[in-house]
């Protein structure tokens, strides 16, 4: 009988509550996946969407399913002898969830190409919480928008998890970044490097804002039309790069109408990349805010704070124990 392992489970879609632990197989690889044993999970808001039936529910293959992308934690299996990976290796990186199992579990195979090294600088709990969002933030503002100096960048939601890294690599690359957010968060996103901070609360970001390069959208039509009105903010021209997708489907002639170009965005596993991000972050470029670390057996509390809109950074699960 194959092993077992202890993960956090859903048996069908629906609300938070279906998230259960359960003994399921152990992944075992094939091909160029390593195994890891996973120390800590991110949280991300397609973890709860796809949760919810939504995201990408449809590609759930079989129940129980484990869900959850991010991970960071210990190599336990490796291709061959000389791989660049060996066990014991700490890293971080994550799966193509709902395809493959996730990281809701003690242990999760994936593609050495998904897998790097964890920043020196960290611990498993806040390299958990980088993956996904560091590399959609870098995905978008740098692959896509080519963040540049005396680039005007407005970044929605630039407290959460892809905004706060969205800023941090913005203002690295010399763009002038102006932020939305609400009060509470003004001095955090000041802090990561945001020249203008727009309190979405109190004031309508058109009404500030103008004459801007790109604009990364983080939020769409989701809220109050973020997506229709930043198409105001925009210079002739401009980009604006809708990262919820899906979230605003007149988007594409909308922004056609008004000679602004428009595109979303899909993030995508990619080692070298975070091997980068790593490097930033050991080096104190960019920094990790993690809002709650949650034992794994917490993960429905996880998806409902992710749920209410206002986590701060990153939510994280604890998974197992730090290794010796
Ligand atoms: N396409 C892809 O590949 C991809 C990848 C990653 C994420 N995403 C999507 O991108 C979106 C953002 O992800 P995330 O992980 O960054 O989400 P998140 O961490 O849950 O975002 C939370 C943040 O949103 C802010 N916020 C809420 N309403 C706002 C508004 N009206 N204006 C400005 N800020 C507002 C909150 O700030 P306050 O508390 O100050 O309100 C909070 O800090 C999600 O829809 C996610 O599914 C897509």
């Not at 995201?55 to 299996?77: H, K, Q, R």
């Not at 290796?89 to 994936?110: K, N, T, W």
């Not at 930033?280 to 809109?309: F, T």
Request: with cysteine.
């Amino acid at each position: 009988m194959a092993e077992t392992m202890q993960a956090l489970v859903i048996d069908r879609t629906g609300e938070a509550d279906e998230l259960h632990l359960a003994e399921v197989p152990r992944p075992t690889r094939v091909s160029d996946e390593v195994v890891v044993r996973v120390v800590a999970a991110g949280v991300n808001p397609i973890d709860a969407k796809t949760r919810a039936g939504r995201g990408v529910a449809a590609a759930i293959g079989s129940y129980p399913a484990v869900l959850g992308n991010d991970f960071a934690g210990v190599v336990e299996a490796v291709p061959y002898a000389a791989h660049p990976l060996q066990p014991g290796d700490r890293v971080y990186g994550m799966g193509r969830v709902p395809r493959l199992g996730g990281s809701y579990a003690e242990f999760i195979a994936v593609s050495s190409l998904s897998v790097a090294p964890m920043p020196a600088s960290l611990g498993f709990a806040e390299a958990a919480a980088v993956p996904l969002a560091a590399l959609t933030a870098w995905g978008a503002v740098i692959d896509t928008a080519r963040a540049h100096e005396g680039q005007r960048m407005l970044v929605h939601a630039a407290s959460g998890g892809v905004g706060h890294f969205a800023v941090q690599l913005a203002a690295y690359f010399g763009a002038e970044v102006t932020a939305t957010c609400s009060a509470r968060n003004v001095d955090f996103v000041r802090s990561l490097g945001a020249r203008h901070v727009i309190d979405y609360t109190s004031e309508r970001f058109e009404q500030v804002a103008s004459e801007q390069d790109v604009v990364i959208d983080l939020i769409g039509n989701v809220a109050d039309d973020t997506g229709t009105r930043s198409l105001d903010v925009l210079r002739p021209h401009g980009l604006v790069v809708n990262v919820p997708t899906g979230s605003w489907p007149t988007m594409a002639d909308e922004a056609a109408a008004r000679g602004i170009r428009a595109t979303g965005y899909s993030v995508s596993p990619d080692a070298r990349t975070l091997a980068v991000i790593t490097r930033l972050i050991d080096d104190g470029s960019v920094r990790v805010h993690v809002d709650r670390e949650l034992p794994l057996a917490e993960g429905a509390e996880a998806h409902r704070l992710l749920e209410g809109g206002h986590v701060r950074g990153k939510v994280v699960l604890r998974v197992g124990a730090d290794p010796a």
